[in-house]
């Protein structure tokens, strides 16, 4: 470790006095005029991870959905997957170290991890469309030239791209060919394979309307229409000509608000869908004859995905282990038509994307979405050798039909995190194959009416959970409260858990009716405020 270049970039890329962050599950994020020191050691940090691991590891400058002032940064490990927890904390240490502290913080880093400085390390590096990233992204290739790492930087890409790259490279193209043309090419190969026999019953008419939240989705979408083959009629709306990155559009402003973005006219029962501004997050919508807006979460993608997941299993006659993996926040209904109507395990995870994807690697298929509609599904290594060789040997023409079919999934999905452009393809090829209409899908069962609210409180330490985060186990006598509530409403649940970032408790209610939803969400927070130390009103 060149001790002086290092105490001379640190010093270029010094730290604000006072500024303390926390790696959490979407890495640093904040206004983006306090992030240049943070680059710049996530550039360390990555290349003593990618010397650890003898892998290419990849580093994304994004704050996803966040306002465009904003920004972020987050690690990827070798098979494309989330930095692991242990280096989270690392990542913490470094960012929040004093200038004297980061030499002594890197060799403890070494010595814990037994990482050698003597192996190559290889970064690469993306970043998103806000006008903060391309400096940003200078500062982290700063960080990797100072301790001797090779890097490339892949410039404009989507953050699941990014995550796809990293996963071909440590798979020495086993997984695909790492670039961008390599990714539009296996998608879209899969895609137009997958939808042969649905083009007879598709409507030509039919124009999938995208609000691509201002953000790197558009620029990646265009690029990619050419690949599609016109199987696929798309119209870019909020593509960055003239809005702001995630301003009143995108995927989390239509998911909260329960409305449409601004900028998107809608005809009724037209097909609608929001990526957020680094595309790993996609919801579908509508709006039906009387105007009435339709939402088609996580859930309901969840729920399209698995059921043609194990139509095609039941025809191919495997026997696979199959599960959707959900979080607290799904919607009870969702949950009881996939037990009940589906006959689909499912299991529940803590909220947070590596928790499902962790839960869901535990079974040879994996479906898991957040309500937010992040999420994916992942194929065993056994799970996919048995479909593919299936595909190929299988001596039934119906049977090898479906492992076929199964096949091109598994080649459009992308298995290294949720991918808006993936997960779109994958539910307008099932769309198209099971010839359904958008409110045909949105049919399969009907939400709950929920409710979340948030109450302030002194500190969220006080609220322990169990059971993924469904029951409160402190402060006593909070979950036999919630309890009692509960009982007074008809199809009611409701839970509460600590928010992640800030001192606020989430409060999640669903009951018969929305009047009753709402009264059950007031009920718990006014009881968590009383027991938990609420602050204000």
Not at 302 to 324: H, P, R
Request: net charge neutral; charged share 25%.
């Amino acid at each position: 470790m060149d001790v002086e270049t290092l105490a001379k970039y640190s010093k270029l890329h010094a730290k604000p006095p006072g500024l303390s962050l926390q790696y959490g599950t979407a890495g640093f994020r904040t206004k983006a005029e306090n992030l240049d020191h943070i680059m710049f050691r996530m550039g360390l940090l990555a290349v003593l991870r990618s010397k650890q691991k003898k892998a290419t590891i990849g580093v994304m400058v994004t704050a996803s959905h966040n306002p465009e002032e904003d920004n972020g940064v987050k690690l990827i490990d070798p098979l494309g997957e989330m930095l692991a927890p242990a280096w989270e904390e690392h990542a913490t240490c470094l960012a929040n170290a004093e200038e004297k502290e980061l030499l002594p913080i890197l060799n403890a880093i070494c010595q814990k991890e037994a990482v050698d400085l003597q192996n190559d390390a290889f970064i690469v590096i993306g970043r998103d469309t806000r006008p903060s990233s391309k400096k940003l992204s200078q500062s982290v290739t700063d960080g990797v030239s100072v301790l001797g790492g090779q890097y490339q930087d892949y410039g404009l890409v989507t953050t699941p791209q990014l995550h796809y790259m990293v996963c071909c490279r440590n798979t020495h193209g086993g997984y695909g060919t790492a670039t961008v043309e390599g990714y539009y090419q296996k998608l879209s190969k899969a895609f137009v394979e997958l939808t042969k026999q649905a083009t007879s019953q598709r409507d030509g008419h039919i124009c999938l309307k995208i609000d691509c939240a201002n953000g790197i989705g558009a620029l990646k979408l265009k690029e990619m229409e050419r690949y599609l083959l016109a199987g696929l009629a798309v119209r870019l709306e909020n593509d960055g000509t003239k809005g702001k990155l995630n301003h009143n559009c995108g995927a989390d402003f239509v998911k909260v608000h329960q409305k449409p973005p601004v900028g998107l006219e809608m005809k009724p029962n037209e097909r609608c869908c929001s990526f957020d501004g680094d595309a790993d997050r996609i919801v579908y919508y509508y709006t039906d004859a009387t105007g009435q807006f339709h939402l088609l979460d996580g859930d309901k993608i969840a729920t399209l995905i698995s059921t043609f997941l194990k139509e095609l299993l039941d025809k191919a006659g495997q026997t696979l282990t199959f599960a959707v993996i959900q979080t607290a926040y799904a919607n009870g209904s969702s949950t009881s038509y996939l037990k009940e109507t589906m006959k689909v395990p499912v299991h529940c995870a803590k909220t947070g994307v590596k928790h499902l994807h962790h839960k869901a690697q535990e079974f040879d298929i994996g479906v898991y979405f957040e309500a937010n509609g992040h999420g994916t599904v992942l194929f065993s290594k056994a799970a996919e050798d048995k479909i593919r060789h299936q595909a190929k040997e299988e001596k039934d023409n119906l049977k090898r039909e479906a492992a076929k079919m199964l096949e091109n999934t598994i080649d459009l999905i992308n298995q290294t995190v949720g991918d808006a452009i993936s997960d779109m393809l994958v539910i307008e090829a099932i769309l198209a194959l099971k010839n359904l209409t958008i409110p045909q899908w949105d049919a399969m069962y009907t939400d709950l009416p929920n409710r979340q609210l948030k109450v302030k409180v002194a500190d969220r330490r006080v609220i322990n959970t169990t059971d993924a985060e469904r029951r409160a186990v402190t402060p006593p006598g909070l979950q036999e409260k919630i309890d009692e509530l509960t009982k007074q409403f008809r199809l009611a649940r409701a839970f509460v858990r600590p928010s992640g970032t800030e001192d606020v408790v989430r409060v999640y209610a669903e009951a018969d009716t929305q009047k009753n939803a709402d009264k059950l969400a007031h009920q718990v927070s006014l009881a968590v405020h009383q027991l938990a130390g609420g602050v204000g009103e």
